[in-house]
Structures are given as C-alpha cells and as structure tokens.
C-alpha cells in the first residue's frame, strides 16, 4: 500500500478563522512533508518532519504551524491566512529522510481557498 | 548553485505521435532522480527513480534513461490518458529535500 490520504479535499477559510489539515500514512515511512503548490508551478517544501521531530523549515511563516503526533500522522494547522496562502497543500512521504531511495510519496492533496 | 530545469513547458501531441521530454540538473554528487506525473488538482504520483548514469526504467508507455548531466522521459505512441504534467526532482545533498523542475504539461488530442 503506497497511499497517503489527506483530509480534508477542499477548505474555504476566513482570514481570522483557525483551521487544520490532516495527513495519514500507513507504509511505516519515518519522514513526512508539508509542501504548497501555486497553479502552473512545482511543490515548494515548507516543512519536514523526520522520526516525528521537525527537521527543515523553510522559512515559513508562522501563521502555519506543523504538527507531528505520530508516526502515521501529519497535521498543519492554519490560522490568520492571507488569501495569497490560497494553494494546494500537499502532504508527502518517505521511507527515511536521510535515504532518497524510492522517493517521496504524494497525497492528493487538499485545495485551500482564503477569503 | 543546484537546479533543476525542464524543457520544453508544454508538449502538445496526437494520439500515437511518441517523443521525449527533457530534465537537466546540476546538482553535485547525484543522490537520484525522480519523474512524477500530476493530473489536475491532484498530487503527483511518483513514476520512477534514477540513480547512475546508463540506468533506464519502464512502465507501460513511458521509459526515463539518465545521463550524467541530464534525464529523459520517453512516451512511446502516447494515448489521451497520458496528458498530465511530468515533473522531474532531485534531492539536494542536505535533508533529502527535493528540487523540482517546473514541469512538462504534455496534452495528447485523439
């Protein structure tokens, strides 16, 4: 099983609302990522988590807030959103951090529109 | 400075009409190479890795071969369901954090 599920699919959100994205794997992968993707551009890293410890923040801004709670589990939590946050934000993951081998696997991904 | 660049940007085809996309990297001490596929307001669906120069891989149409300065990715008589964007990443020495090129929007017509 190489699935990644993120939940939820689409999220509309207000500039002062607080909300969470979630991320579940089940391939006993030890490294997980949080990327944002723009329309018509590649996935931008914004954070890695590795053995459920943060290991790389790309300089994001603290409106975003990763959490790793688990092995299996990813979450970002979102609060006072910019609507140039609005974005697919995708969730990956892969065997070892330190080991690019057989790459990183992708979620489907979550749509996020910030009004 | 690594990167990662991608030609050309968009690829339109006919149903049957095979041809190559390119990914050229500079990146010090190769640690692999890999192809995605994206579909629209999807994730990318990994494809394939790479790791020295000569190495090929195949799945159905495609096949990706890898050079020391650069990858491609081969659709053989493509049909409409390979219209998709192919993204090509590499890792960077540091944390396995990937390097993507800006990807290849190939649109195959019937």
């Known amino acids: 099983d190489t699935e990644v599920t993120q939940t939820p699919k689409h999220l509309v959100m207000g500039m002062t609302n607080k909300k969470s994205l979630k991320c579940e794997q089940h391939?006993?992968?030890?490294?997980m990522y949080w990327y944002k993707q723009k329309a018509k551009k590649p996935p931008e890293l914004m954070f890695v988590?590795?053995?459920?410890?943060?290991?790389i923040n790309e300089s994001v801004p603290s409106r975003f807030s990763p959490e790793c709670p688990n092995s299996s589990l990813l979450n970002l939590h979102l609060h006072a959103l910019q609507p140039e946050d609005s974005a697919l934000y995708l969730c990956?993951?892969?065997?070892?951090?330190?080991?690019?081998?057989?790459?990183?696997?992708f979620g489907p991904g979550t749509r996020l529109t910030v009004t | 400075e690594d990167q990662v660049t991608q030609s050309p940007e968009a690829l339109r085809l006919q149903e049957g009409e095979s041809s190559s996309l390119n990914c050229s990297y500079t990146?010090?001490?190769?640690?692999?190479l890999f192809w995605y596929r994206q579909d629209p307001g999807k994730g990318p669906e990994f494809l394939f890795t790479?790791?020295?120069a000569g190495e090929e891989k195949e799945k159905e149409r495609l096949k990706a071969t890898l050079t020391k300065k650069e990858s491609f990715l081969h659709i053989t008589a493509p049909k409409p369901e390979d219209s998709a964007t192919y993204l090509c990443a590499v890792p960077l020495a540091a944390g396995n954090k990937l390097t993507f090129g800006g990807g290849t929007r190939v649109l195959v017509k019937p």
């Open positions: 988590y590795s053995y459920e410890k943060l290991s």
């Open positions: 391939m006993g992968h030890r490294a």
């Open positions: 990956a993951s892969s065997q070892d951090q330190r080991i690019p081998t057989g790459g990183q696997y």
């Open positions: 790479l790791y020295s």
């Open positions: 990146v010090s001490g190769l640690r692999g």
